[in-house]
């Protein structure tokens, strides 16, 4: 077990029936007689604490030097949880918690339970007061807020022959600063959970687990610093549901522009998918009145299963829009025969789905079949032998049906450099080689010499 000493408060006063609307804030003042009851109000930080203290007891010490009218020796002083955070210490009174704004009842709000409040009796000599506060400091610290107290004598409204006063200590005490009011915490140290994990092999969602502390009642999970799980039970494992989903860049597609007279050829460009975002998850351990520290951190993602599935679809006339879904246009390359004939033409996309991923569509492209009796290219040959110099050849050829397979050309003809020398080392049966819009597509054979072949 460890101690820690709080002191001193960060601000008091004490407020008087009597005079309703004065500010005092020194000495703490406490009296209990009728119409002209005293009482102190205190506010302590509690940053001193470490981060997973486990408070098992706290102690309010006030000093008391001084009394008046009857001896209060006997008399109970209870402290009591002030449900004011924001009152102004150089403002607060009887009736307001700060200039123009009123207590709900003169004298301070407060409550007696929830969290309950702690008493002590007056001593015989002066001395330090020991008022147990635990709940109310718990209270805070569980909830991150400072500690606000109310003290005051149990019984008020006394008649003049029986009335007390009595006066502590406030911070404001110079001659001997020890004597200023104070906190003593005594707390173990609550540990954070170990072990954790986080799953990158689901599409769904990011599981989380960890070791449990022992005598924790519940657990928070925080995903990049935020609880994301509220708080849970007695579990060592959660599923987080809400982490980013595995994404699809749908990209564009690309229909043919009459490059063939039996379809259109559908293709996608620029396709891409991935993981879900990479996140950072921390959990904490609570049980009453008990937090831990954060844990270590672990980092996880939804992942992207890559189970894709294609929907082509197509127009309904020559414009983007009234689209329809394509029979069998399931893949990520099709060929639709069912586009029409030449010259209509029609817009193409495709829903691109994936398991818990968000369906996507790529943008759309416009394309059509080739008219039925059109070239298939239009193309430039050209004739080289094999050590690479140009022989001839043919511009702007059309070349419907070649069959490179077995070098059937169409008939055409060409002339060669008007330079004989150029032919001179020709030998038959010597090699050409032929290119086509500059790719190799066949070597044959030169069967004679002559300026045309």
Not at 150 to 156: D, G, P, Q, S, Y
Not at 412 to 418: A, G
Not at 421 to 432: F, I, M, S, T
Request: aromatic share 12%; hydrophobic share 35%; with cysteine.
């Amino acid at each position: 077990m460890a101690t820690a000493t709080i002191q001193p408060n960060t601000k008091n006063i004490y407020a008087r029936q009597a005079y309703p609307d004065s500010n005092t804030a020194t000495p703490l003042c406490f009296q209990d007689y009728l119409n002209e009851a005293m009482r102190s109000i205190l506010e302590f930080g509690l940053s001193g604490l470490p981060v997973g203290a486990d408070i098992s007891l706290a102690k309010l010490y006030i000093y008391y030097y001084y009394y008046g009218y009857v001896d209060p020796v006997g008399k109970t002083i209870w402290a009591y949880k002030l449900t004011r955070t924001d009152w102004v210490e150089l403002e607060a009174t009887w009736n307001s918690y700060k200039s123009g704004s009123a207590w709900t009842a003169a004298g301070g709000d407060y409550v007696t339970s929830d969290p309950s409040g702690g008493s002590a009796n007056i001593p015989a000599g002066y001395g330090w007061i020991e008022i147990t506060i635990t709940d109310i400091v718990l209270d805070a610290w569980i909830n991150g807020k400072l500690a606000e107290l109310l003290l005051k004598f149990e019984t008020e409204d006394l008649a003049i022959e029986s009335r007390s006063s009595a006066l502590c200590r406030s911070r404001e005490y110079a001659a001997d600063t020890s004597k200023r009011p104070k906190i003593i915490v005594t707390y173990d140290i609550f540990p954070a959970p170990t072990n954790i994990a986080a799953t990158n092999s689901l599409s769904d969602k990011v599981t989380v687990t960890w070791t449990k502390t022992t005598g924790a009642t519940g657990y928070r999970v925080y995903r990049d610093d935020v609880d994301v799980s509220g708080l849970l039970g007695d579990v060592d494992t959660y599923d987080d549901t809400g982490a980013d989903p595995p994404t699809i860049t749908p990209g564009d597609a690309v229909a043919t522009d009459g490059k063939r007279s039996g379809y259109v050829r559908l293709t996608i460009d620029g396709f891409s998918f991935a993981d879900g975002t990479e996140h950072t998850y921390k959990v904490k351990a609570f049980k009453a009145y008990a937090e831990s520290d954060y844990s270590s951190e672990a980092t996880g993602y939804r992942w992207a299963k890559g189970d894709l599935t294609y929907q082509w679809q197509r127009s309904a006339a020559d414009s983007d829009a009234s689209y329809s879904n394509i029979t069998g246009g399931i893949s990520a390359t099709y060929n639709d025969y069912g586009a029409p004939a030449y010259p209509a033409a029609r817009y193409f996309k495709c829903v691109i789905s994936m398991t818990d991923a968000a369906t996507q569509t790529t943008a759309a492209d416009r394309g059509y079949r080739r008219r039925a009796d059109a070239p298939a290219n239009v193309v430039n040959i050209i004739i080289k032998n094999r050590d690479g110099d140009t022989l001839g050849h043919v511009m702007n050829l059309s070349t419907p049906g070649i069959d490179y397979r077995i070098n059937k050309l169409p008939s055409c003809s060409f002339k060669l450099p008007s330079d004989e020398a150029v032919c001179e080392h020709l030998v038959y049966p010597d090699e050409a080689w032929l290119y086509i819009n500059g790719e190799l597509k066949d070597i044959f054979k030169i069967t004679g010499k002559g300026k045309q072949r």
